[in-house]
C-alpha cells in the first residue's frame, strides 16, 4: 500500500486546518521512521551519534516521493514532523515508563527488553509537559523549541517557516531554553 | 504574568545578557524597582540560563530520541517474534502486534504476554497443559492459537492469529448487514463454540469485543479458554473463578462467582445476539457495585429484543419466535436456556427456515421425560455425554463419532469435568435402561483422568465424586440400579483412595470430608447389601469418626451426609443383630435430620431422611422389644412421608420409602416372625398397603432389581398374616414367583434369599395344612436350596432360616424314610448353627434330634437312632433353657422350644 496520497493529502488538511490529521499521520510516519532506524542501526556507532532530524528527513523523502519545490509545503511538513516527532517519543516513553509510582496497574512488560532507564523517559516527559505550558504562555517560543530541536531545523529554515527574523530566532530560543530549565528543575 | 509584562521581561532579559555578567542584577534592579513579580521573573531566567550548558534541551531530545530508535530497530523479540506494538491490555497480561522474524513472508500475529509477577510455577504449569489442549482447536470461527512459549525472562507467552478488523457488532452495522445475515454469522459462532464445548473447553467470557471479523468478513472468536489461562486464579485457594472484567455479557451464575460451565457459555452467546440484533446490550452493570449487579440480576428482567431495537428496520421482525429464541438463552436459571450451543444455533435456523422453533418455558422434569422417553428400549447408538463442571449439574446427548480416542485426548482437569447423572432421572421411574447407557461411557473416561488428578486435592476430591457417582449407577441400594455390585464397590473404592490423599494434603476441606462420608456410606450399604455386614459395621463407625470433628462447622450437606451415616450404621448394626447400638446411631439420625428439616422445611431430601430416621429407630426399639415405642416412631415416620408423596406423586423413591414406613407398622403390629402387638387385622391392611405401593413400582420399572425385590418381599409380608387357605397360599406362590424374577437379575443380594427361603418355608407349612406333603416337600426343598449357600455369610437371619428350613425338610424326610437326606441336613443343620449364638446353636441341634425322632418310625429305622435323637434333643433343650435367659426371648421362640420340649418327652415315653 503506497502512503504517499495519504500523506500528501493529510498535509493539505492540516495545512487547512485539520487538527486530526496529526493523529492519522503518527503511524504512517512511524512505520517510515521504524524502517529507517533498523536500517541506520545496524551500524553500532551510528546509533550514539544518531540524528532523529536526519530521519525526519529521509522519511519525507520516502513518504513524499517527489521533490516538494513548494518551500511552504517543505516547510510545513517539516513543522509537522517536529510535532509529530515529539508525540512518538513522549508516547513511548509514557508506554514505557517503569510504574515505579504505587498502584502499578497497567504492565510494562516489554521494560525487561529495554534498556532504558526510567530517568531518561520522565525527562523527555517533562520537557514535553513544560513545553505544553510554555506554549500557553508564548506559542512562538515553543514553536521553535519544537522546530529547532525536534524537527532540526535551521535557523534560517525556522526563521523562514515561522516568519520571523534569524535574530529573533536568536532570541527566542534563549528565553525559551531558559524558562525550559527553570522549569524543570524548580519541579524536580 | 500577562502578555505585556512578559513581553516586558524578555526584552530586559535580553537587554541584561548583553552586559557583562557583574552588572546584570543591578541592572535589573534598576529596571524593576516597584515590580517585583518582574524582578524576580527575569532574575530565575538569567540565572536559569547561566545554568544552562548549551544544549541543555538538545541533550534530552537526543537521549528520547536514541532510546526510542533503538527500541524500534530492535523491537523486543519473543523468541522468533519481533514485538511491534501494543494492540490492548487485560487482567494478567497485555496483547502486542508482532510479526515473525525469520520468514520472508511477513505475517501479522498477535502475542500475549503474561505479566511479571504472575509467573510462578504453578501457573506456568497450568498454562502450559491449557495451551496444549487449546492448540488442538481447529475450527474456521475459532481465531488459531499458533504458538507458545517463555521468553528469556521466563514469562509465558501465546501467540495467536491476529484479526485486523472490529468486534462483529460493529461488522454487522458497518458491512450494513441485514437480519438473516446478521443470524447467520451468529450460527457460525455457535458451530464454534459448540466445536469447543465438545472438546470440554469453556471460552468464559464470550462477548463482541471477543469476536473480531477480519477483512475477509469471517467471525472468529478469540480468547478461547486464555480467559482462564489469564485469569487471577492462583490468588484465591478454593477455584471460583475470578469475575469476568465485563460483567454486561457475563451469566448470573458467574457474576456470583460460581464455575462456569457451558451453558453460561450459552448465555453469552445470547448476549452477543441480542446486541446483534437490537445493537444494545441486555443488561448493563456499568459502574455498579458488586452488590447492585447481584440485585439488578434478580430485580431487572430483561427487555424483550423487539421492545430494544428501536430503530432497526427489522425491529417488527424480531415479535415473537426470536423474541423467545434470544429470551430463552438469557434465562437465568441455567436449566431453562439450551441446553448447548448447537441446540441455540438450531433453533436459530427453525427461525430462519420457517419452521417451529424450540424456545419454550421448560421445566426440568419436563426435559427429564423428554431424555428418558429418547431412550427408552435402550439404544441410542453412539451417544456420548457432555461432562459439566462441578456445580453445574447437566448431562446431554451428543452424537459421538469417535467417542473413545476423544475421550483419551482430554487432559485438562485444573476445574475438574465431573460425571453425572442429570437428578430427574434417578428419581424417574423406568430409566434403567439410559442409566446403563450412561454408565458403560463414563467408565473409560474416568480411568483416563486418575493421572491428571494426582497432587491436586481440589481436583482429586472431584475426580472422586465422579467416581462416587459412577458406583451409585452400578449399584446403589437406595436408588434404582442395574445389579452391577461389584463394580460398584470398586468405583467407590477408588474414590476413597482418592479422597483419603486428597484429605491427607488439606485435612479440613469440608468439601472432601463431606464426599469421604457419602463415599463411605455408599461402600458400607453396599457391603451390607452384599453380606459383608462385619465390614459394613467398621465402613460405617470409621466414617463417623472422620465426620465427628466436622459436625459442630455448621455445613449442611455434611451434617446430611453424616446423618445418612448414621442410618445406614444403626441397620448394620441391626443385621449384627446390635439393637443398642442401632437404637443409639439411629437415635443420632433422627436429631440431625429433626434439627435440618426444622432449619429448612423445604428441603425434601432432609425431609425424607428424617421419615427414614423414625423408622429406623422403630427398628432398634423392636429389636429390644420396645414395641409400643416403635409403633409410635414408625407412624411418625408415615406421617412424613406421606406429607411428602402428596406434593411429589411421580418420585419413585419417596414412594418406596413409605411402603418400607408401612411394611415396618405391620411388623410391629402383627407380623409373627418377630415379637408384635397382637393386631393382625391391622397389620394385614398395613402390609397390603405396602403391597400396593411395591406393585406400582414393580409394574413401572420390571428390569430394576429393587423394584421386583420389593414387590416380591411385600407379598411374603402379607401371607405372614393371612389366615390359612387357598388364598394364602396364592399369594405365597406370587411372591415366590417374584422373587425368583428378582434373583436373576443379581444374585448376590443375601436380603432376597432371606425372603425367599422364608416365603418358601411358609409356602411349605401351608402346603402341609392343607395335606399336600409332595408339594410342601418341594416347598422346602426350595427354601434349604436358596438358603444353602448362603450361609457361609454367617448373617443371622439366613442362618437361623436356613435351619428352621433343614428342620422341616429333615422331619419330612425322616417321616417319609429318606435316611441319608435327612440325617445330611441334619449334618449341615450343625455345622452351620453350632458356632452361632445361643438360640441359633438351640435350633441347630434340634434338626437331627427331629430327623432321628421321625426316622425312628419310619421304615429306615436303624438300631441307635432313639438314643441318637434323645441326645441331640436334649442338648437343643439346653441350649434353648439357655437362650430363654438371653434377652430378646420371644413367643415364637417359646414355641420352638416347647416343640423340642414335646418332641423330646414323647420320645422319653417310650
Keep these: 500500500m503506497d502512503p504517499t496520497p495519504q500523506v500528501t493529502q493529510l498535509l493539505r488538511d492540516l495545512r487547512l486546518g485539520d487538527a486530526q490529521a496529526v493523529e492519522a499521520l503518527i503511524p504512517i510516519v512511524y512505520g517510515e521512521l521504524r524502517k529507517l532506524a533498523a536500517h541506520y542501526l545496524r551500524d553500532e556507532r551510528a546509533a550514539l551519534t544518531l540524528q532523529p532530524t536526519a530521519l525526519v528527513n529521509e522519511a519525507y523523502i520516502r513518504l513524499v516521493a517527489q521533490d516538494m519545490p513548494d518551500w511552504e509545503g517543505r516547510s510545513h511538513f517539516f513543522g509537522v514532523a517536529a510535532h509529530l516527532m515529539r508525540q512518538i517519543l513522549v508516547d513511548h516513553a509514557r508506554r514505557h515508563r517503569s510504574q515505579k509510582r504505587g498502584g502499578g496497574v497497567a504492565a510494562v512488560t516489554l521494560e525487561e527488553a529495554i534498556a532504558f532507564a526510567p530517568s531518561k523517559s520522565d525527562d523527555i516527559i517533562a520537557l514535553d509537559e513544560a513545553l505544553t505550558r510554555l506554549a500557553a504562555e508564548d506559542e512562538r517560543k515553543a514553536r521553535v523549541i519544537e522546530l529547532r530541536f525536534f524537527g532540526g531545523m535551521t535557523a534560517d529554515e525556522a526563521a ?29 | 504574568m500577562n502578555p ?52 541543555f534541551v538538545q541533550e534530552r531530545i537526543q537521549r528520547a530520541a536514541t532510546a526510542f530508535f533503538e527500541a524500534t530497530a530492535h523491537p523486543p523479540r519473543v523468541g522468533p517474534y519481533r514485538l511491534m506494538r501494543e494492540l490492548g491490555r487485560g487482567g494478567m497480561g497485555t496483547v502486542f502486534l508482532a510479526e515473525r522474524d525469520d520468514d520472508q513472508y511477513r505475517a501479522n500475529v498477535a502475542i500475549k504476554l503474561v505479566r511479571p509477577g504472575m509467573d510462578t510455577e504453578f501457573i506456568l504449569a497450568r498454562f502450559r497443559r491449557e495451551r496444549q489442549t487449546l492448540a488442538r482447536l481447529q475450527h474456521p470461527n475459532i481465531s ?52 469447543a464445548h465438545r472438546h470440554f473447553i469453556i471460552h468464559r467470557d464470550l462477548k463482541p469485543g471477543n469476536i473480531l471479523v477480519g477483512s475477509d468478513g469471517v467471525p472468529k472468536l478469540l480468547d478461547f479458554g486464555i480467559c482462564k489461562l489469564l485469569q487471577s486464579e492462583a490468588v484465591s485457594a478454593d477455584d471460583t473463578v475470578a469475575a469476568p472484567m465485563t460483567p454486561n455479557y457475563a451469566s448470573p451464575e458467574q457474576i456470583r462467582g460460581e464455575p462456569a460451565t457451558p451453558l453460561s457459555d450459552v448465555y453469552s452467546l445470547g448476549s452477543v445476539l441480542y446486541e446483534l440484533v437490537t445493537g444494545v446490550c441486555p443488561r448493563r452493570f456499568d459502574g455498579l457495585t458488586p452488590v447492585a449487579v447481584e440485585q439488578a440480576l434478580t430485580t431487572r428482567a430483561v427487555q424483550p429484543p423487539s421492545a430494544a431495537a428501536a430503530g432497526k428496520k427489522w425491529a417488527r421482525q424480531l415479535a415473537g419466535d426470536l423474541d423467545n429464541v434470544v429470551l430463552r438463552a438469557l434465562e437465568t436459571d441455567p436449566a431453562r436456556r439450551y441446553e448447548s450451543a448447537a441446540q441455540f444455533a438450531d433453533d436459530v435456523r427453525r427461525y430462519l427456515e420457517h419452521e417451529p422453533v424450540q424456545a419454550r418455558p421448560q421445566t426440568r422434569r419436563y426435559r427429564a421425560r423428554k431424555f428418558v422417553e429418547r431412550h427408552r428400549g435402550g439404544v441410542a ?50 430409566s434403567t435402561r439410559a442409566r446403563a447407557l450412561i454408565v458403560k461411557t463414563g467408565v473409560s473416561y474416568l480411568n483416563s483422568l486418575i493421572g491428571t488428578a494426582q497432587g491436586d486435592p481440589r481436583a482429586e476430591t472431584r475426580l472422586a465424586t ?83 470433628p466436622f ?40 436429631r440431625i435430620f429433626g434439627e435440618l428439616a426444622k432449619a429448612r422445611p423445604d428441603d425434601t431430601e432432609a425431609r425424607s431422611s428424617l421419615a427414614t430416621s423414625y423408622a429406623n429407630v422403630g427398628m432398634a426399639e423392636i429389636g429390644l422389644l420396645q414395641l409400643s415405642d416403635a409403633l409410635t416412631h414408625f407412624r411418625s415416620g408415615v406421617a412424613e412421608m406421606e406429607r411428602l408423596a402428596a406434593t411429589d406423586r411421580q418420585n419413585a423413591s419417596l414412594k418406596r420409602s413409605l411402603m418400607m414406613a408401612y411394611g415396618h407398622i405391620a411388623d410391629v403390629l402383627g407380623n409373627p416372625g418377630v415379637g408384635n402387638l397382637g393386631d393382625r387385622a391391622a397389620a394385614l391392611q398395613a402390609f397390603q398397603r405396602a403391597a400396593g405401593l411395591a406393585k406400582e413400582l414393580y409394574e413401572a420399572d420390571r428390569a430394576n432389581q429393587r423394584a421386583v425385590a420389593d414387590y416380591g418381599i411385600a407379598l411374603s409380608r402379607v401371607e405372614t398374616v393371612m389366615d390359612d387357605g387357598p388364598d394364602k397360599v396364592k399369594v405365597q406362590r406370587e411372591s415366590m414367583a417374584i422373587l425368583g424374577e428378582a434373583v436373576a437379575i443379581d444374585a448376590s443380594n443375601l436380603q432376597l434369599k432371606v425372603y425367599e427361603t422364608l416365603v418358601a418355608q411358609h409356602l411349605g407349612d401351608s402346603l402341609m395344612k392343607t395335606g399336600d406333603r409332595g408339594s410342601a416337600r418341594d416347598a422346602y426343598a426350595r427354601s434349604v436350596q436358596v438358603a444353602g449357600p448362603a450361609v457361609s455369610s454367617g448373617q443371622a437371619p439366613i442362618v437361623i432360616l436356613f435351619i428352621q428350613s433343614a428342620q422341616r425338610l429333615a422331619r419330612l424326610d425322616g417321616v417319609t424314610g429318606r435316611r441319608s437326606e435327612a440325617l445330611d441336613l441334619g449334618k449341615r443343620a450343625v455345622q452351620a448353627g453350632e458356632s452361632g449364638p445361643t438360640r441359633t446353636r438351640a435350633r441347630a441341634y434340634a434338626v437331627p434330634g427331629f430327623a432321628y425322632a421321625a426316622l425312628e418310625e419310619s421304615a429306615a429305622r436303624q438300631p441307635g437312632d432313639h438314643e441318637q435323637a434323645l441326645s441331640w434333643l436334649r442338648k437343643s433343650l439346653d441350649a434353648w433353657r439357655a437362650g430363654k435367659a438371653e434377652p430378646g426371648f420371644a413367643a415364637a421362640h417359646q414355641r420352638e422350644m416347647d416343640q423340642v420340649a414335646e418332641a423330646l418327652a414323647r420320645l422319653e415315653r417310650r
Design chain 1, 160 to 188: 523562514k517557516a515561522l516568519n520571523i527574523s534569524v535574530a529573533t530566532v536568536g532570541r527566542e530560543q534563549r528565553l525559551a531554553e531558559a524558562w525550559l530549565h527553570r522549569e524543570l528543575t524548580r519541579s524536580a
Design chain 2, 4 to 55: 505585556q509584562q512578559w513581553e516586558v521581561a524578555g526584552q530586559l532579559f535580553e537587554q541584561a545578557l548583553a552586559l557583562p555578567g557583574g552588572e546584570r542584577t543591578a541592572f535589573v534592579d534598576r529596571q524593576c524597582a516597584g515590580d517585583e513579580e518582574l524582578r524576580s521573573e527575569v532574575s530565575s531566567l538569567l540565572a536559569s540560563h547561566r545554568a544552562v550548558a548549551g544544549g
Design chain 2, 144 to 195: 488459531r492459537l499458533l504458538d507458545g512459549g517463555t521468553t528469556d525472562r521466563g514469562l509465558p507467552y501465546i501467540v495467536m492469529e491476529y484479526i485486523d478488523g472490529p468486534a462483529v457488532t460493529v461488522h454487522a452495522d458497518e458491512a450494513g448487514l441485514g437480519l438473516p445475515a446478521r443470524l447467520a454469522l451468529f450460527r457460525d459462532l455457535c458451530s464454534a463454540v459448540d466445536y
Design chain 2, 381 to 430: 447408538a453412539g451417544a456420548a455425554i457432555l461432562l459439566a463442571l462441578a456445580g453445574g449439574l447437566v448431562a446431554s446427548l451428543y452424537q459421538a463419532r469417535v467417542a473413545e480416542s476423544r475421550l483419551q485426548q482430554v487432559r485438562s482437569l485444573a476445574d475438574a469435568l465431573v460425571f453425572d447423572v442429570h437428578d430427574a432421572v434417578r428419581d424417574l421411574p423406568g
Design chain 2, 466 to 548: 465422579a467416581y462416587r457417582k459412577l458406583g451409585d449407577a452400578q449399584g446403589d441400594v437406595h436408588a434404582s440400579n442395574l445389579g452391577a455390585t461389584s463394580d460398584a464397590a470398586t468405583s467407590y473404592q477408588q474414590a476413597g483412595a482418592l479422597l483419603d490423599d486428597a484429605l491427607r494434603r488439606a485435612p479440613s476441606d469440608l468439601e472432601a470430608v463431606t464426599e469421604r462420608l457419602t463415599v463411605s456410606d455408599r461402600l458400607g450399604a453396599l457391603q451390607g447389601y452384599t453380606g459383608k455386614v462385619r465390614d459394613a459395621v467398621n465402613t460405617f463407625q470409621s466414617a463417623i469418626r472422620t465426620a465427628m
Design chain 2, 551 to 590: 459436625e459442630s462447622s455448621g455445613n449442611v450437606p455434611l451434617r446430611m451426609a453424616l446423618g445418612s451415616i448414621y442410618i445406614n450404621a444403626s441397620e448394620a448394626y441391626r443385621d449384627v443383630e446390635d439393637y443398642k447400638g442401632a437404637l443409639h446411631d439411629s437415635r443420632e439420625a433422627l
